[in-house]
């Protein structure tokens, strides 16, 4: 073989080469603002593209480990998957990426904060990896936190691989943590708000732009591989009905006490594990602390979006089946007590799963909380008081007011629940109710020198 047949793959990769600089140059000509468009637009897929993976992962798994449940009996399986999963996940970071990927979102606002913007490629994958075998192997929490973790590793990454600068990288890292919240809810408004609210991030309107441009690509790449269809759809959306508003405002002052009441249950637990030095013992407290609660009440597997959309339905709901109290007959009082059980435990568990070598997500939960809060609301009222309330329409503005309240982000609760359930005709409803659940959040917080609550619930 001669010299010249020994090196004839070289031009094809001088010439790849040439063209990817040609590119390069050509762009590096553009007006900034075009740049900066052009990149955020590419984030946004990118993420948009993780968040649909990491959804693919964990449904696949909560299928697989789900379908072998009976729902009219007592399932110990329970005790074991949830513990699994946190041993799983805890040995994928500790010994195979040695990466801990646990409270994305707050690793990555501490890395802005010391103007660290090295991100590992692994990262863009091994968080969602993590989130996939802690969610669906049965832990109660959520998916955004490792997505849009995973969304700012690829603006980080790409930010390095085309030599940008500092400046930057910086807003390109919150673009596409944004972008990856508005995959993972399919909703633009809620990602490019969750940069602006939660992550705080300084814009210009250029920089706006690219937010809310990556954050549609994310949207339109996740529902492009669900046929464009809602996450949580709604089978009726009857017109407003300004009459209801009352009755919104005390729901939600009723959320904005809970939302305080489940910030504090997550600062103590996180507390209680940070205490814990042996890792092995803080994963095996969190597993059995995680399948206890969902051996007693199966509702707790998971995201828990099923029980959100039997309620947001008027389906039948039985929050007792799967467990050994499903031999209960399904009554208003039964349901009452327990759905009373979940509220108190799920900011608990929702820590647990994040600070025992989980790697989880915070978000969903608060939808789950204030979707039930609203249910148990609607229901006792109805039947103390005689009212007519429609139980899903109160649902559905807990959902937004729990979410704002926690976080202290009521823009982003508001669109976020609006987005994912495609209700915007009750935008009055939401105003109303994530306000004043944000107010009693931040008057509790000033009057009983609470700290910051969503501090803690962006950790994941």
Not at 116 to 141: E, K, L, R, V
């Amino acid at each position: 073989m001669t010299e010249n047949q020994k090196s004839s793959p070289t031009p094809h990769r001088g010439r790849f080469a040439a063209m990817w600089a040609d590119m390069l140059n050509r762009a590096h000509n553009l007006p900034n603002p075009i740049k900066l468009v052009m990149i955020a637009t590419l984030i946004g897929l990118l993420a948009g593209m993780a968040a649909v993976a990491l959804k693919a992962l964990v449904a696949l798994l909560e299928h697989y480990f789900f379908k072998h449940l009976n729902a009219e009996r007592a399932n110990f399986r329970l005790l074991i998957y949830p513990l699994a999963g946190i041993l799983l996940t805890s040995i994928y970071q500790r010994y195979i990426t040695r990466q801990d990927c646990s409270g994305g979102t707050a690793i990555m606002k501490r890395k802005l904060m010391a103007g660290d913007y090295h991100y590992h490629t692994n990262t863009i994958f091994n968080s969602i990896i993590g989130c996939a075998m802690t969610i669906g192997f049965g832990a109660s929490a959520g998916t955004e936190g490792p997505v849009a973790y995973s969304g700012a590793a690829i603006g980080g990454k790409l930010s390095q691989w085309l030599k940008i600068s500092p400046e930057w990288t910086r807003l390109l890292i919150g673009i596409g943590a944004g972008a990856g919240i508005a995959g993972i809810f399919k909703a633009p408004l809620g990602g490019a708000l969750f940069t602006l609210e939660v992550i705080q991030m300084p814009m210009t309107t250029i920089s706006v732009i690219a937010l809310v441009l990556a954050c549609l690509m994310a949207t339109g790449a996740a529902e492009a591989f669900s046929a464009f269809s809602i996450d949580l759809p709604i089978s009726k959306l009857p017109t407003f009905e300004p009459s209801t508003l009352g009755w919104v405002v005390l729901l939600a002052l009723i959320c904005g006490f809970y939302s305080v009441y489940y910030s504090y249950t997550q600062r103590v637990t996180k507390k209680f594990f940070m205490s814990i030095e042996n890792p092995w013992a803080k994963n095996i407290i969190s597993g059995v602390g995680l399948s206890l609660p969902l051996f007693l009440l199966p509702a707790l597997f998971g995201e828990g979006t099923s029980m959100i959309a039997t309620i947001l339905n008027e389906r039948p709901l039985n929050l007792l089946a799967y467990g050994p109290f499903a031999y209960i007959e399904v009554t208003w009082v039964a349901m009452m007590i327990a759905a009373g059980g979940i509220l108190i435990v799920k900011g608990a568990m929702v820590a647990a799963a994040n600070n025992g070598g989980g790697v989880a997500g915070t978000f969903m939960p608060t939808l789950f909380a204030g979707c039930l809060l609203g249910y148990v609301f609607a229901t006792c009222v109805n039947h103390w008081a005689g009212a007519d309330l429609q139980v899903w329409y109160f649902a559905l503005v807990g959902m937004g007011a729990v979410m704002a309240g926690t976080l202290e982000a009521p823009l982003m609760g508001l669109f976020i629940a609006a987005e994912t359930t495609g209700s915007f005709r009750y935008i009055p409803a939401y105003i109303i109710a994530v306000l004043i659940a944000y107010f009693v959040v931040i008057l509790c917080k000033r009057n009983f020198r609470l700290t910051k609550v969503s501090d803690q619930a962006v950790e994941g």
